[in-house]
């Protein structure tokens, strides 16, 4: 969530940054007039505090028999009930005010590029060469099929449209990536491991900017369940994550963390779950989109002095995963208009798929400034006797699983229909080496 202050001391500032992001600036307008309102009843709430304070002193002066005590008193009483008002009123402009300021994205780094469409976006840098077939390439859903590895017709009968069954090597393949990839975290970038729950509150999906944003494309479990004795609050709707992001960050929301704790960094898989709402028709065919896919998280929580260059680390460490397995791929900055919501600068990495002669993300990673950190209430003090400052927060896949088996299946197929397995994965498939029908 962008800062008040900010969007109201610096305008014109705030208004240029959101145009590159393709927003009418108008839309400010009305942020503005609220927050004066808000300004204008806060010095009339101070002034009637300040008098009903004086009154009720001068009231505790005076005797119950004095003939000034009843008018003192009823003088406090109009006092009081005004100030009751007044505050009532304050708090309603104050939960406007944030109503709206949840709905602004985040304002673009300076460094980030110019423009609003997916053909604007920079490519950074490539790693590795395109597998050169002397044959005719198909797509994982061609090779998966006849491999015995995806099963999408039954994975329909269960569950419906978007969803699929890994079978035999290719749920061992999915568990083995999985494996691979937090060894990789954990033991060479030195990320602790955690295991989260995949069903969290409306809080934590507001915390990172989720919601009220993108409610559409959340799978939300409605509380038709009786809160247990032992349990000391409701626990209201939950919904099921679409990325570990929400409760790795959400960990040390409303804390507030000392300086030599920093950077944390946190690395964890789960399944995720995405509704896609507004993608009807869209990379409907096999396992680029799907409503449950697996996926390793990574998060940081830095400095702000720290976080440029900590989402340069983050993203070689989300590099180093297709390095390892020898897939080729190129790093992509992101334009201001296709930023994500929540994101001040981002870079996505795009991996090769010869099946369908193109490049596909397959890991985003983003700074989000004090973005989340503001709306999770996550801070830091920089020295003991500080006041508490906000944090930087940052996150990337490290990967998403399934697009890594999408592309291990394609870069790797073979003439005769079989599918060569990158070294780095042979120990955690019991040495096996190739696919093979």
Avoid at 383 to 409: C, F, M, Q, Y
Wanted: glycine residues 8%; neutral net charge; contains cysteine.
């Amino acid at each position: 969530m962008l800062d008040v202050r900010k969007v109201v001391d610096c305008f014109g500032e705030v208004k240029t940054a959101l145009r590159r992001r393709g927003m009418p600036p108008e839309e400010l307008d009305h942020i503005v007039a609220i927050a004066a309102k808000r300004r204008g009843t806060l010095i009339e709430l101070e002034t009637l505090q300040a008098q009903r304070n004086l009154a009720s002193a001068a009231m505790a002066q005076a005797k119950k028999d004095d003939a000034a005590f009843g008018s003192r008193r009823l003088e406090l009483k109009q006092l009081s009930e005004k100030v009751k008002t007044l505050e009532e009123a304050q708090r309603r402009i104050e939960a406007e005010l944030e109503s709206v300021l949840m709905t602004l994205p985040n304002l673009p780094h300076t460094s980030v590029p110019e423009g609003m469409t997916v053909a604007d976006n920079r490519v950074v840098r490539v790693w590795g060469e395109k597998p050169q077939m002397q044959f005719d390439s198909k797509d994982h859903v061609a090779l998966g099929e006849e491999l015995g590895m995806l099963d999408f017709m039954r994975a329909r009968k269960v569950s419906g449209a978007r969803f699929g069954v890994l079978v035999g090597m290719g749920a061992r393949l999915e568990r083995g990536l999985i494996n691979f990839m937090l060894e990789l975290h954990r033991k060479r970038h030195g990320y602790t491991e955690m295991w989260v729950p995949a069903l969290v509150k409306e809080s934590a999906l507001r915390g990172t900017g989720q919601l009220p944003k993108f409610k559409d494309d959340l799978f939300r479990i409605a509380n038709d369940w009786q809160t247990q004795p032992d349990e000391q609050e409701s626990r209201g709707d939950l919904y099921l994550i679409p990325t570990a992001e929400v409760p790795l960050t959400n960990l040390h929301a409303d804390e507030i963390l000392n300086a030599d704790v920093l950077p944390l960094s946190y690395c964890a898989y789960t399944p995720c779950f995405r509704s896609e709402a507004g993608s009807y028709g869209k990379d409907t065919r096999g396992m680029i989109r799907q409503h449950q896919f697996d996926k390793v998280e990574l998060v940081r929580l830095v400095k702000p002095s720290d976080a440029l260059d900590e989402l340069e680390l983050l993203t070689s460490h989300a590099e180093e995963v297709l390095k390892q397995l020898g897939l080729h791929y190129r790093v992509v900055e992101l334009c201001a208009g296709d930023l994500g919501f929540s994101a001040c600068k981002t870079y996505d990495l795009e991996v090769w798929l010869p099946g369908q002669n193109a490049y596909r993300e397959i890991s985003s990673c983003s700074w989000f400034g004090d973005f989340q950190a503001r709306r999770a209430k996550i801070r830091y003090r920089p020295d003991p006797k500080s006041k508490p400052e906000l944090i930087h927060t940052l996150n990337g896949s490290g990967l998403a699983i399934g697009r890594t088996l999408v592309a291990i299946l394609e870069q790797g197929q073979t003439a005769d229909g079989g599918v060569v397995l990158p070294e780095a994965l042979v120990p955690f498939l019991d040495g096996v080496r190739s696919l093979r029908r």
